[in-house]
């Protein structure tokens, strides 16, 4: 059994900057598939960046080149640095994790066994 517990989200002036974190427990973040994704109220729950086991990261066309993940073996955290944020990217992110997905699946949600509680990001003037 994977645990996963996201941090780091709060609110934001469009223009500005976050880090969210995802701390694992159970299994290492370099041996787990592991992703990003969001859900704004209203609207279905999205892919947002993946990584591989191997450390190749996919984005969503929404965020390329204003998001990166990456991870940190020793903290056995995943991270998400959000920059350039704007209104839409306002939504609730949660992190999961797998010990396998398809790699053309990766920002699909379904592919995921374990998942996070959460953490609110607002982007707001």
């Known amino acids: 059994q994977v645990q996963l517990v996201e941090s780091g989200g709060g609110s934001v002036q469009p223009g500005g900057s976050l880090r969210l974190s995802c701390t694992a427990s159970?299994?290492?973040?370099?041996?787990?598939?592991m992703a990003w994704f969001r859900q704004a109220p209203g609207k279905e729950r999205e892919g947002v960046a993946s990584?591989?086991?191997?450390?190749?990261?996919t984005y969503a066309d929404a965020v390329k080149g204003r998001f990166t993940i990456s991870r940190d073996t020793a903290k056995n955290t995943l991270y998400l640095e959000m920059s350039s944020l704007k209104p839409e990217d306002s939504a609730m992110y949660y992190c999961?994790?797998?010990?396998?997905?398809?790699?053309?699946?990766?920002?699909?949600?379904?592919?995921?066994?374990?998942r996070g509680q959460g953490t609110q990001v607002t982007v707001s003037s």
């Open positions: 159970g299994d290492t973040v370099d041996t787990l598939w």
């Open positions: 999961a994790a797998d010990r396998w997905v398809s790699f053309s699946l990766t920002l699909l949600e379904s592919q995921y066994a374990f």
């Open positions: 990584i591989t086991n191997r450390g190749t990261a």
